[in-house]
Nanobody
Framework: QVQLVESGGGLVQAGGSLRLSCVAS????????MGWYRQAPGKQRELVAT???????NYAYSVKGRFTISRDSAKNTVYLQMNSLKPEDTAVYYC????????WGQGTQVTVSS
């Protein structure tokens, strides 16, 4: 069982920046994919960005050019640098990891005020 612990959420004004971090506990298997999803009130959870063990990244169209995902595999940690934040980025952000199973963090709130 892998546990994911997120940090870095908060309240920021539009145009500001935040950095999210997520640490994964040790896995019996190699963690292949790590990433971030988000869920706004009344909406479905959606992909924000993912990164593989090899460094391949995938971003939602809405965050391309503004968000950057990175990973420290030695520390089982994934980061999400969020710049030029918009009110529509307001959501609970969930860390995600996959080895032979899927794992989710408890979520961290990001609120962007206009």
């Amino acid at each position: 069982q892998v546990q994911l612990v997120e940090s870095g959420g908060g309240l920021v004004q539009a145009g500001g920046s935040l950095r999210l971090s997520c640490v994964a506990s040790r896995s019996r298997f190699s963690i292949n994919v790590m990433g971030w999803y988000r869920q706004a009130p009344g909406k479905q959870r959606e992909l924000v960005a993912t990164i593989t063990a090899g460094g391949s990244t995938n971003y939602a169209y809405s965050v391309k050019g503004r968000f950057t995902i990175s990973r420290d595999s030695a520390k089982n940690t994934v980061y999400l640098q969020m710049n030029s934040l918009k009110p529509e980025d307001t959501a609970v952000y969930y860390c995600y990891a996959r080895d032979n199973y899927n794992y989710w963090g408890q979520g961290t709130q990001v609120t962007v005020s206009s």
